[in-house]
Protein backbone atom coordinates (compact mmCIF):
# COMPACT_ATOMS: atom_id res chain seq x y z
CA UNK A 1 0.00 0.00 0.00
CA UNK A 2 1.39 3.14 -1.16
CA UNK A 3 1.83 5.54 1.94
CA UNK A 4 1.75 9.13 1.82
CA UNK A 5 5.14 9.45 4.85
CA UNK A 6 6.96 7.68 2.24
CA UNK A 7 6.37 10.09 -0.52
CA UNK A 8 9.65 12.55 -1.08
CA UNK A 9 10.88 14.89 -3.74
CA UNK A 10 14.96 14.55 -4.64
CA UNK A 11 17.27 16.50 -6.87
CA UNK A 12 20.11 16.16 -8.95
CA UNK A 13 22.19 18.71 -10.46
CA UNK A 14 22.99 17.81 -14.07
CA UNK A 15 26.14 18.24 -15.98
CA UNK A 16 25.73 21.61 -17.73
CA UNK A 17 27.58 19.58 -20.97
CA UNK A 18 25.02 16.78 -21.06
CA UNK A 19 21.45 18.75 -20.04
CA UNK A 20 19.19 16.06 -20.15
CA UNK A 21 21.27 13.24 -19.10
CA UNK A 22 19.62 11.53 -16.24
CA UNK A 23 21.63 11.67 -13.08
CA UNK A 24 21.42 10.57 -9.76
CA UNK A 25 20.06 12.40 -6.79
CA UNK A 26 22.33 14.18 -4.57
CA UNK A 27 19.66 16.40 -2.37
CA UNK A 28 16.46 15.54 -0.98
CA UNK A 29 13.97 18.78 -1.27
CA UNK A 30 11.94 19.25 1.65
CA UNK A 31 8.35 20.13 1.27
CA UNK A 32 4.88 18.46 0.38
CA UNK A 33 5.10 16.00 -3.11
CA UNK A 34 2.85 16.76 -5.62
CA UNK A 35 0.07 15.08 -7.38
CA UNK A 36 2.66 13.26 -10.29
CA UNK A 37 0.09 14.31 -13.42
CA UNK A 38 1.35 12.65 -17.04
CA UNK A 39 3.93 14.16 -19.73
CA UNK A 40 1.75 13.12 -22.47
CA UNK A 41 -1.67 13.37 -23.98
CA UNK A 42 -3.41 11.28 -26.32
CA UNK A 43 -5.43 12.35 -28.99
CA UNK A 44 -8.10 10.67 -30.76
CA UNK A 45 -8.28 11.78 -34.22
CA UNK A 46 -12.20 12.27 -35.27
CA UNK A 47 -12.26 10.23 -38.34
CA UNK A 48 -15.38 8.78 -40.16
CA UNK A 49 -14.55 4.89 -40.84
CA UNK A 50 -18.78 3.65 -40.88
CA UNK A 51 -19.32 2.91 -37.67
CA UNK A 52 -21.33 4.83 -35.00
CA UNK A 53 -17.96 6.09 -33.14
CA UNK A 54 -15.34 9.50 -33.06
CA UNK A 55 -12.38 7.11 -33.99
CA UNK A 56 -10.49 4.24 -34.39
CA UNK A 57 -6.69 5.03 -32.84
CA UNK A 58 -5.05 7.49 -30.63
CA UNK A 59 -1.63 9.28 -31.24
CA UNK A 60 0.74 10.75 -28.96
CA UNK A 61 2.73 13.28 -30.79
CA UNK A 62 4.97 14.84 -28.07
CA UNK A 63 6.05 14.91 -24.45
CA UNK A 64 6.09 17.42 -21.48
CA UNK A 65 6.32 17.09 -18.05
CA UNK A 66 5.16 20.28 -15.59
CA UNK A 67 4.61 20.36 -11.99
CA UNK A 68 4.80 22.67 -9.06
CA UNK A 69 6.95 22.11 -6.18
CA UNK A 70 5.89 23.59 -3.08
CA UNK A 71 7.91 24.17 0.65
CA UNK A 72 5.34 26.11 2.83
CA UNK A 73 8.30 26.32 5.70
CA UNK A 74 11.20 27.45 2.94
CA UNK A 75 14.87 27.09 4.17
CA UNK A 76 18.09 28.83 3.17
CA UNK A 77 19.39 25.72 1.97
CA UNK A 78 17.18 25.09 -1.12
CA UNK A 79 17.84 28.83 -2.62
CA UNK A 80 20.62 28.35 -4.37
CA UNK A 81 19.00 25.75 -6.48
CA UNK A 82 16.27 27.79 -6.87
CA UNK A 83 17.86 30.62 -8.18
CA UNK A 84 20.32 28.17 -10.21
CA UNK A 85 17.59 28.65 -13.07
CA UNK A 86 18.28 32.61 -13.23
CA UNK A 87 22.22 32.49 -13.08
CA UNK A 88 24.01 28.64 -13.15
CA UNK A 89 27.31 27.95 -12.81
CA UNK A 90 27.86 29.40 -9.71
CA UNK A 91 30.97 28.83 -7.16
CA UNK A 92 30.09 30.13 -4.17
CA UNK A 93 32.82 32.04 -2.16
CA UNK A 94 32.99 31.05 1.72
CA UNK A 95 33.02 34.63 3.81
CA UNK A 96 34.66 33.25 6.97
CA UNK A 97 37.63 30.95 6.52
CA UNK A 98 36.79 27.85 7.78
CA UNK A 99 33.11 28.49 8.78
CA UNK A 100 31.27 26.78 5.89
CA UNK A 101 29.46 30.45 5.32
CA UNK A 102 28.97 30.33 1.32
CA UNK A 103 27.53 33.71 -0.65
CA UNK A 104 25.98 32.64 -3.61
CA UNK A 105 25.40 35.45 -6.38
CA UNK A 106 23.14 34.50 -8.67
CA UNK A 107 22.22 37.74 -10.87
CA UNK A 108 20.93 36.70 -14.24
CA UNK A 109 23.01 39.04 -16.90
CA UNK A 110 21.05 41.27 -19.26
CA UNK A 111 23.07 41.75 -21.91
CA UNK A 112 22.72 40.34 -25.55
CA UNK A 113 25.52 37.34 -26.22
CA UNK A 114 25.96 36.44 -22.64
CA UNK A 115 23.73 33.35 -21.72
CA UNK A 116 23.42 32.87 -17.43
CA UNK A 117 24.30 29.26 -18.22
CA UNK A 118 20.65 28.26 -16.23
CA UNK A 119 21.03 24.88 -14.17
CA UNK A 120 19.09 21.55 -15.17
CA UNK A 121 18.28 19.00 -12.72
CA UNK A 122 17.24 15.44 -12.49
CA UNK A 123 13.87 15.31 -10.43
CA UNK A 124 12.67 12.44 -8.55
CA UNK A 125 9.49 12.32 -7.45
CA UNK A 126 7.28 9.51 -5.90
CA UNK A 127 6.31 7.28 -2.83
CA UNK A 128 7.06 3.52 -1.55
CA UNK A 129 5.24 2.12 -4.25
CA UNK A 130 6.85 3.83 -7.75
CA UNK A 131 9.19 6.56 -7.92
CA UNK A 132 9.40 8.53 -11.26
CA UNK A 133 12.30 10.69 -12.88
CA UNK A 134 11.99 14.15 -14.67
CA UNK A 135 15.49 14.84 -16.83
CA UNK A 136 16.32 18.34 -17.95
CA UNK A 137 14.24 20.22 -15.08
CA UNK A 138 14.57 23.82 -15.11
CA UNK A 139 12.11 26.60 -13.07
CA UNK A 140 9.88 28.91 -14.96
CA UNK A 141 8.53 30.66 -11.76
CA UNK A 142 9.74 31.54 -8.63
CA UNK A 143 7.52 32.57 -5.83
CA UNK A 144 8.55 33.56 -2.36
CA UNK A 145 5.83 34.44 -0.20
CA UNK A 146 5.65 35.03 3.90
CA UNK A 147 3.13 36.85 6.11
CA UNK A 148 4.18 37.85 9.80
CA UNK A 149 1.97 36.87 12.06
CA UNK A 150 0.38 38.62 14.69
CA UNK A 151 0.43 36.66 17.78
CA UNK A 152 2.56 33.21 18.71
CA UNK A 153 1.65 32.06 14.82
CA UNK A 154 3.99 30.65 12.96
CA UNK A 155 5.33 32.95 10.38
CA UNK A 156 7.10 30.67 7.58
CA UNK A 157 8.21 31.55 4.17
CA UNK A 158 6.69 29.51 1.62
CA UNK A 159 9.06 28.86 -1.43
CA UNK A 160 7.04 27.62 -4.91
CA UNK A 161 8.79 26.93 -8.11
CA UNK A 162 6.78 25.62 -11.40
CA UNK A 163 9.25 23.66 -13.50
CA UNK A 164 9.28 22.04 -16.97
CA UNK A 165 11.44 18.91 -17.71
CA UNK A 166 11.93 16.47 -20.63
CA UNK A 167 9.16 13.36 -19.70
CA UNK A 168 8.81 11.66 -16.73
CA UNK A 169 9.94 8.18 -16.51
CA UNK A 170 9.07 5.06 -14.02
CA UNK A 171 12.50 4.40 -11.56
CA UNK A 172 13.76 3.84 -8.50
CA UNK A 173 14.85 6.07 -5.85
CA UNK A 174 18.56 7.28 -5.19
CA UNK A 175 19.12 5.42 -2.12
CA UNK A 176 20.53 6.91 1.00
CA UNK A 177 20.42 10.27 1.27
CA UNK A 178 20.80 12.28 4.22
CA UNK A 179 18.02 14.33 5.29
CA UNK A 180 19.04 17.56 4.87
CA UNK A 181 19.69 20.15 7.75
CA UNK A 182 17.58 23.09 6.82
CA UNK A 183 17.91 26.95 8.33
CA UNK A 184 14.25 28.02 8.39
CA UNK A 185 13.28 31.01 6.39
CA UNK A 186 11.50 33.42 8.83
CA UNK A 187 8.87 35.98 7.56
CA UNK A 188 9.46 37.88 11.08
CA UNK A 189 12.85 38.41 10.25
CA UNK A 190 12.26 39.75 6.67
CA UNK A 191 13.10 43.70 6.20
CA UNK A 192 12.10 45.74 3.80
CA UNK A 193 14.65 48.36 2.36
CA UNK A 194 13.34 51.45 -0.54
CA UNK A 195 16.42 53.63 -2.14
CA UNK A 196 16.84 55.92 -5.33
CA UNK A 197 19.18 54.23 -6.80
CA UNK A 198 21.10 50.68 -6.93
CA UNK A 199 23.90 52.15 -6.14
CA UNK A 200 22.73 52.85 -2.39
CA UNK A 201 20.46 49.74 -2.25
CA UNK A 202 20.00 48.30 0.99
CA UNK A 203 20.64 52.07 2.64
CA UNK A 204 17.46 53.34 4.01
CA UNK A 205 15.06 50.55 5.83
CA UNK A 206 11.27 51.31 5.92
CA UNK A 207 11.71 49.73 9.74
CA UNK A 208 9.31 47.93 11.28
CA UNK A 209 6.46 48.40 8.54
CA UNK A 210 6.31 45.14 6.74
CA UNK A 211 3.30 42.73 7.70
CA UNK A 212 3.68 40.04 4.03
CA UNK A 213 5.72 40.19 0.95
CA UNK A 214 5.00 37.98 -1.97
CA UNK A 215 7.26 38.04 -4.83
CA UNK A 216 7.49 36.51 -8.17
CA UNK A 217 10.35 36.00 -10.60
CA UNK A 218 9.48 34.87 -14.14
CA UNK A 219 13.33 33.03 -15.47
CA UNK A 220 12.26 33.24 -18.92
CA UNK A 221 13.31 29.75 -20.04
CA UNK A 222 11.15 27.93 -21.90
CA UNK A 223 11.53 24.74 -24.13
CA UNK A 224 12.37 24.19 -27.81
CA UNK A 225 10.62 21.92 -30.01
CA UNK A 226 12.22 21.37 -32.89
CA UNK A 227 12.01 18.23 -35.54
CA UNK A 228 14.25 15.44 -34.48
CA UNK A 229 13.89 11.62 -33.49
CA UNK A 230 12.37 12.17 -30.18
CA UNK A 231 9.23 12.90 -28.96
CA UNK A 232 10.97 15.27 -26.14
CA UNK A 233 11.57 19.47 -26.42
CA UNK A 234 15.30 19.89 -28.09
CA UNK A 235 16.95 22.18 -25.72
CA UNK A 236 15.70 25.68 -24.21
CA UNK A 237 15.21 29.06 -24.39
CA UNK A 238 16.53 32.22 -22.22
CA UNK A 239 13.74 34.97 -22.74
CA UNK A 240 12.78 38.20 -21.03
CA UNK A 241 13.31 37.74 -17.25
CA UNK A 242 10.28 39.74 -15.36
CA UNK A 243 9.59 40.63 -11.35
CA UNK A 244 7.15 41.05 -9.32
CA UNK A 245 6.77 41.85 -5.83
CA UNK A 246 3.56 42.67 -3.76
CA UNK A 247 4.09 44.30 -0.02
CA UNK A 248 1.62 44.79 2.82
CA UNK A 249 2.52 47.10 5.13
CA UNK A 250 1.65 49.54 8.06
CA UNK A 251 -0.11 52.23 7.56
CA UNK A 252 2.93 55.15 8.33
CA UNK A 253 4.38 58.05 6.69
CA UNK A 254 6.93 55.79 5.13
CA UNK A 255 4.11 54.08 3.26
CA UNK A 256 2.69 57.06 2.31
CA UNK A 257 5.78 58.09 0.75
CA UNK A 258 5.17 55.14 -1.72
CA UNK A 259 2.33 56.13 -2.82
CA UNK A 260 3.93 59.52 -3.68
CA UNK A 261 6.68 57.83 -5.48
CA UNK A 262 3.78 55.52 -7.38
CA UNK A 263 1.83 58.94 -8.36
CA UNK A 264 5.63 60.30 -9.39
CA UNK A 265 6.45 57.15 -11.28
CA UNK A 266 10.10 57.40 -9.61
CA UNK A 267 12.79 54.61 -9.83
CA UNK A 268 13.32 52.60 -6.91
CA UNK A 269 15.34 50.05 -5.87
CA UNK A 270 13.81 47.70 -3.52
CA UNK A 271 15.24 45.12 -1.23
CA UNK A 272 13.62 42.08 1.02
CA UNK A 273 16.38 41.09 2.73
CA UNK A 274 15.74 37.38 5.87
CA UNK A 275 18.55 36.86 8.15
CA UNK A 276 18.97 33.50 9.74
CA UNK A 277 21.26 32.23 12.48
CA UNK A 278 24.71 32.57 12.42
CA UNK A 279 26.97 30.03 10.71
CA UNK A 280 29.51 28.61 12.82
CA UNK A 281 31.62 31.55 13.83
CA UNK A 282 30.98 33.09 10.51
CA UNK A 283 28.49 35.29 9.50
CA UNK A 284 25.16 34.75 9.05
CA UNK A 285 22.42 32.82 6.59
CA UNK A 286 20.87 35.51 4.52
CA UNK A 287 18.72 36.07 1.84
CA UNK A 288 18.70 39.09 -0.28
CA UNK A 289 16.18 39.76 -3.38
CA UNK A 290 16.76 43.03 -4.84
CA UNK A 291 14.38 44.45 -7.66
CA UNK A 292 14.42 47.83 -9.51
CA UNK A 293 11.55 49.24 -11.09
CA UNK A 294 7.96 51.88 -10.12
CA UNK A 295 5.60 51.27 -8.07
CA UNK A 296 1.85 50.06 -10.21
CA UNK A 297 -0.18 50.01 -7.53
CA UNK A 298 0.19 51.33 -3.92
CA UNK A 299 -3.28 51.26 -2.01
CA UNK A 300 -3.64 53.16 1.29
CA UNK A 301 -6.09 51.71 3.66
CA UNK A 302 -5.79 48.87 1.41
CA UNK A 303 -6.93 46.45 4.13
CA UNK A 304 -6.88 46.61 8.13
CA UNK A 305 -6.22 44.90 10.94
CA UNK A 306 -7.96 45.10 14.64
CA UNK A 307 -8.32 48.72 13.80
CA UNK A 308 -5.41 49.39 12.23
CA UNK A 309 -5.15 50.39 8.26
CA UNK A 310 -2.80 48.55 6.05
CA UNK A 311 -1.03 49.73 2.91
CA UNK A 312 -0.97 47.51 0.22
CA UNK A 313 1.72 48.10 -2.73
CA UNK A 314 2.83 46.36 -5.80
CA UNK A 315 6.38 46.96 -7.75
CA UNK A 316 7.42 46.17 -11.49
CA UNK A 317 10.83 45.87 -12.28
CA UNK A 318 12.08 47.97 -15.01
CA UNK A 319 16.01 48.07 -16.17
CA UNK A 320 17.84 51.34 -14.85
CA UNK A 321 20.43 52.47 -17.62
CA UNK A 322 21.98 54.45 -14.63
CA UNK A 323 22.55 50.85 -12.43
CA UNK A 324 22.41 48.67 -15.55
CA UNK A 325 20.47 46.02 -13.40
CA UNK A 326 16.86 44.81 -13.10
CA UNK A 327 17.20 42.30 -10.77
CA UNK A 328 19.76 40.62 -8.06
CA UNK A 329 20.12 37.80 -5.81
CA UNK A 330 22.20 36.71 -2.73
CA UNK A 331 22.16 34.21 -0.38
CA UNK A 332 24.61 32.86 2.00
CA UNK A 333 24.29 29.44 3.82
CA UNK A 334 25.83 26.24 4.72
CA UNK A 335 26.08 24.46 1.45
CA UNK A 336 28.41 25.15 -1.10
CA UNK A 337 26.94 22.93 -3.58
CA UNK A 338 23.26 21.12 -4.74
Do not use: C
Not at 93 to 110: C, G, I, K, R
Not at 142 to 157: D, L, T, Y
Request: aromatic share 8%.
Amino acid sequence: MAARFFSKVQIGKEDPGARGTAVAATKILLGKVPAVKSDRKPTIPDENVGIRARGIRSVIHQYLYTNTLSTEHGYFQQMPWVFGSLKGGVTPAEQTPAQSDFLWTQTPSLVTGVSNNPDSSTIELGDDVQAFEAEFAMLERIRISGQVAQGMEVSPVNVEVDFFSRQLTPTTFTPALSLPAAEPLNAKLARLYVDTAWAGIGSSELANILRGFDIEILTGLHPKFAGSGAKYFNGFGEGIITATANFTLEGTSAADALFDAQQASTFQAVRLQINGGAIGTGVNHSLKIDIGGVWEDVSPLGGEDRGDNLHTATLVDHYDSTGAKLLQVATITNVSSY
